[in-house]
């Protein structure tokens, strides 16, 4: 059987708007399904392996599949009425109605897996990081956190940001997956604390992470959510492996895999498994990008990477990817059918997106003997992920030989890849936009000023895009935001510092034995496990 779901997500202006009088929420649930199990370890698959344990300097799924269960955050998103948020850590909060200033207030009594109190002041030493890391810390959510000015502790279950400029979108940001809550006691003792050891107020305490193998938790008795979570603890396995992968959910070692597999995956799972296996599936919040490394000669000329660009057949790679990986959706840099997005008829006027792929590619050819760079060849750095990093590198590799340039694809682990990219060591590479939602403040951020943002892997400097970005955070008009958003992706995609090459689309398998666990369209969210149950 399967179950099929497509969320049409809302503008965040007015997600935002319904929250501006302030939230409460009951932790107290009725839960409607009466007949809930508890007990058991939930074994699942995560298909590579995280490089470090911290979710504020990480934008793999990795990372979060490993860490979500061990943490809290402030807010976090509803997944039965995404995009709407609900409290975390905060009982209740209030937003001034001109989106000056944000006020948490904190469930009373939750306790650190250490048995430390939690206080306003873990909070405001987890934001400080976030938003000005010390030396040596990388954050990659400095430029969503970039515009606040003060946060205040006024007791201990208050924590009160003051913003020192208008962020349409703050609230959804407090509700990142990201933002695990710390102890201001660890940052203090070590700044780097948590990319090596867990202690946080989450649902499961941290038991053990076996390198190559496994991650495992066990149920935190002390969790401020009273009656969960349902299971004895967790198991996540690494299964590095597409095979190895199947072959575990297919023989029930494992109960799913939440990030995501393939059409052919599915269709193999659901053949061999019948009615015992559960596929969900949505539209994803996730992208590969074509990413030219500015720093490195000839890159550093826009004539070649415009070239390269523009030779990528991506509305005829969208039909034979999807057939056989995750790629599908063709879109700029909003995630494409959502309300922010950049309709297909002004998307293929924007360099990189004709559908006329003859006439493109004469032109990149000429641009390319333009920079004297007819015999073009390099290194194309890769994920070693065989869904879909690897089809996007051979299709890449066969639509850049269609102009004459000569490309070796090299692959590498999660860990190496990202350490190399993040040295600035590539020439080009295959990279990711891994959002949770679908705000232009969250798809924009990647591509802005190395100095802003530590995920932009171009290594670009453009203040035009810094100041296009910055207007469009103070804009609460959804019209005027759109339009400001079309420049912004119009100097993108003319300056060619990084594309999107596809959207992905998300396919999800679990046993109908694993119950609670919830879809959506970005495998970021719903993993601290808390609801999941197991109706053995």
Same mark, same amino acid.
């Given at each position: ?232 603890? *967790? ?6 492996? /597409?095979? $190895? %992968?199947?072959?575990?959910?297919? &023989? +029930?070692? =494992? ?43 000839? *890159? ?6 415009? /070239?390269? $660009? %523009?030779?990528?057949?991506?509305? &005829? +790679?969208? =039909? ?217």
């Amino acid at each position: 059987m399967k179950i099929t779901r497509r969320t049409a997500l809302q503008g965040t202006a007015a997600a935002t708007a319904a929250g501006l009088g302030g939230f409460n929420f009951d932790f107290t649930r009725a839960h409607a399904q009466a007949n809930v199990k508890r007990g058991g370890t939930l074994n699942f698959a995560i298909s590579a392996e995280t490089p470090h344990y911290d979710s504020h300097g990480s934008d793999t799924y990795a990372t979060l599949h490993f860490a979500a269960p061990f943490y809290s955050t402030l807010l976090r998103f509803n997944l039965t009425k995404f995009p709407a948020v609900e409290g975390d850590l905060a009982q209740s909060w209030t937003v001034a109605p001109d989106l000056m200033t944000y006020t948490f207030k904190l469930t009373p009594n939750v306790k650190f897996h250490d048995g430390t109190a939690l206080t306003s002041a873990d909070v405001k030493a987890t934001y400080e990081r976030l938003r000005n890391p010390p030396a040596g810390v990388v954050s990659t959510r400095k430029a969503t956190f970039n515009d606040i000015g003060e946060i205040q502790t006024p007791d201990a279950n208050t924590v009160i940001f003051k913003m020192n400029a208008v962020n349409a979108s703050m609230l959804e940001h407090f509700a990142s997956p990201w933002n695990a809550i710390y102890a201001e006691k660890d940052l203090k003792a070590d700044p780097n604390f948590p990319k090596t050891k867990v202690n946080g107020t989450g649902p499961f305490t941290f038991v053990e992470h076996v390198k190559g193998s496994h991650v495992a938790g066990k149920k935190n008795d002390n969790y401020f959510k009273k009656g969960l979570p349902y299971l004895d603890g *967790f198991r996540g396995i690494f299964t590095l492996q /597409a095979a $190895a %992968m199947l072959n575990a959910v297919q &023989g +029930g070692q =494992v109960l799913g895999e939440f990030r995501g597999i393939s059409p052919a995956e599915r269709d193999r799972l659901t053949q061999a498994m019948g009615d015992k296996i559960r596929i969900e599936e949505s539209s994803w919040t996730l992208n590969l990008l074509v990413c030219f490394n500015v720093e490195k000669k000839p *890159f550093d000329d826009v004539r070649v990477r415009k /070239a390269l $660009a %523009m030779a990528i057949d991506r509305w &005829g +790679g969208s =039909v034979g990817l999807a057939k056989i990986s995750t790629l599908r959706a063709v879109g700029g840099v909003i995630r494409p059918g959502s309300p922010m997005a950049t309709p297909e008829a002004e998307l293929v006027k924007l360099p990189g997106f004709s559908k006329d792929i003859k006439k493109s590619r004469e032109e990149a050819k000429k641009l390319l003997k333009e920079a004297g760079q007819e015999n073009l060849k390099f290194v194309l750095w890769n994920r070693n992920l065989a869904m879909p990093y690897t089809p996007a590198g051979i299709f890449l590799v066969d639509q850049w030989r269609q102009i004459g340039v000569e490309v070796e694809h090299k692959q590498s682990d999660t860990g190496a890849y990202l350490a190399h990219m993040n040295a600035g060591n590539h020439d080009v590479a295959i990279d990711f936009s891994n959002l949770f939602m679908d705000d232009s403040s969250l798809g924009l951020a990647k591509y802005l000023s190395l100095s802003r943002a530590p995920e932009n892997r171009s290594r670009s400097k453009d203040e035009m895009l810094d100041k296009l970005y910055d207007d469009h955070l103070r804009e609460r008009d959804p019209e005027k935001r759109k339009a400001m958003i079309r420049q912004f992706e119009k100097r993108v995609f003319e300056q060619a510092y990084q594309q999107p090459i596809l959207w992905w689309h998300r396919i999800v398998p679990t046993h109908k034995t694993l119950m609670g666990w919830k879809m959506s369209p970005s495998h970021n969210l719903g993993q601290d496990l808390a609801d999941v149950w197991i109706n053995a």
